[in-house]
């Protein structure tokens, strides 16, 4: 198995580059396929220009820096990726969040805990008062010792812990995100069960995310919960609270993928076709704002790693922000949003339809 | 007409069958799209089921569609390997059992 160690951006490759991303998703780069406009699959159901419902979830990416390089990463994060969000942008973040009714943060990367102010951060964020949700790859547990507290610092400051295991088994988990990640994951999971997440009743929620390892649609959420349920507990002795099946957007290193491995038209049309307008009503861009390392503000993760800034003439920057006008925007689409319309639909919390 | 007997495009072509019988070809349709709701056995069992038989079929455009199918319904491919086995097994033993008629045939016919 090759393990890449580098991100494309530090490869030279070309996908690193968003206006090509853009360019091959809207059919106008070579050998690329055209598929039907994502707003003209809105215009029926109503939905389009889309509207947010209420802004619940205030998610910040703290960095591109991360100490895997997965192969299908949207965010083209690795070890040589060095934007991380400054103390002051964090301050800023924590400016709004306390004056703002937004009860989530959502913190996530790269690996959100490789900032060197991120204990200070969630320290500041928990003293307002807010529910923080930590996208932890669970590898950095293992990854320098000045980690290995970090269940105990989750469980201090109560926080939801969102880890990725794209399988139960070490083959198609390693395939995507490198070798010895499934055995790091485990010991990782091990030490998270240890403190007490994903323990009945302790009220410590540890919540697991699948994604498929390829050109495929994620399986049926619950169904997946019940194997990886099974699995990992008779197998490893290892619990967890639920399962959210993710499906791959093709942005950055999985479009890349998918162009280099020759999938992309067929992975497009699949998208394309398993539109459900149940999922598109529930897409998560409608009650999200999505903060990049910069304190550009985005309409989700998958936006801000396309450099699709909030509409034009909206305040786009922590420095101006205004949830009143946010509320009124309108949502910035292109066809990579297909993703989260496929099938039961895709978010950072799993399903939607 | 193609140079090949399979084409991997045909796939994506098989709802065409209904061009010269729309009735019967609904009625199959409507019938196989229950056959593989969840039900007694789980999507992913009938999905790896449908592998296996493809492959005793020897069918290439079922074997490319249950792969996907498979990995779609949350199976690895050391589950969809077994699965295979599985058929090659039957295929095989059913090959061998008639090994027990040619004995008692030889046996009959021989002194």
Redesign the interface.
């Known amino acids: 198995m090759k393990t890449a160690k580098k991100s494309l951006l530090a490869k030279g490759g070309q996908l690193a580059d968003t206006f090509i991303q853009l360019k091959v998703l809207n059919g106008q780069a070579q050998n690329t396929k055209q598929f039907e406009a994502f707003e003209d699959k809105l215009k029926p159901l109503n939905l389009f220009p889309l509207k947010p419902t209420d802004i619940e979830i205030f998610q910040i990416n703290v960095g591109k820096m991360c100490n895997q390089v997965c192969k299908h990463c949207h965010v083209d994060a690795g070890p040589d990726r060095k934007e991380i969000m400054t103390q002051a942008t964090m301050q800023l973040c924590l400016n709004i969040l306390k004056n703002s009714p937004i009860k989530t943060v959502d913190l996530t990367g790269g690996a959100p805990e490789m900032n060197p102010n991120f204990r200070w951060f969630v320290k500041e964020i928990k003293a307002l008062g807010k529910h923080i949700i930590d996208r932890c790859n669970l590898t950095i547990i293992n990854a320098n010792p000045k980690y290995n507290d970090l269940p105990e610092f989750f469980k201090e400051h109560e926080i939801e812990v969102v880890s990725s295991l794209p399988?139960f088994?070490a083959?198609?988990t390693d395939s995507q995100r490198g070798d010895g990640v499934f055995e790091s994951s485990i010991k990782a999971l091990k030490s998270l069960n240890t403190v007490g997440y994903g323990i009945e009743g302790s009220g410590l929620t540890l919540n697991l995310v699948y994604n498929?390892s390829?050109a495929?649609?994620?399986?049926?959420q619950q169904?997946?919960e019940q194997?990886f349920k099974k699995q990992l507990l008779d197998k490893y002795n290892i619990q967890f609270n639920s399962l959210f099946a993710i499906t791959n957007l093709p942005v950055s290193r999985f479009l890349d993928y998918l162009v280099s491995s020759g999938n992309y038209d067929d992975y497009m049309e699949k998208l394309v076709n398993a539109f459900n307008p149940t999922a598109a009503q529930g897409v998560m861009c409608r009650n999200t704002i999505s903060v990049g390392w910069d304190g550009f503000l985005y309409d989700c993760d998958f936006n801000q790693m396309l450099d699709l800034k909030i509409e034009n003439g909206q305040p786009a920057h922590l420095s101006n922000f205004n949830l009143e006008q946010l509320q009124n925007r309108n949502i910035i689409l292109n066809q990579h949003c297909y993703g989260c319309t496929a099938g039961a639909g895709s978010s950072c919390g799993g399903e939607t339809a | 007409m193609a140079d090949t007997y399979y084409d991997p495009k045909d796939l994506k072509n098989f709802g065409n069958i209904k061009d010269h019988n729309p009735e019967l070809a609904e009625k199959f349709f409507n019938w196989y799209g229950a056959v593989f709701k969840e039900g007694a056995l789980t999507a992913r069992e009938k999905s790896l089921i449908a592998l296996a038989v493809s492959h005793a079929i020897q069918c290439p455009y079922c074997i490319d569609a249950y792969t996907v199918d498979s990995l779609e319904k949350g199976a690895d491919e050391e589950q969809m390997m077994e699965a295979i086995h599985v058929a090659g097994a039957i295929r095989g033993g059913a090959s061998l059992i008639h090994g027990v008629q040619m004995m008692n045939k030889a046996k009959q016919v021989s002194m």
């Open positions: 399988y088994s083959s198609r498929p390829g495929f649609l994620p399986a049926n169904s997946l194997q």
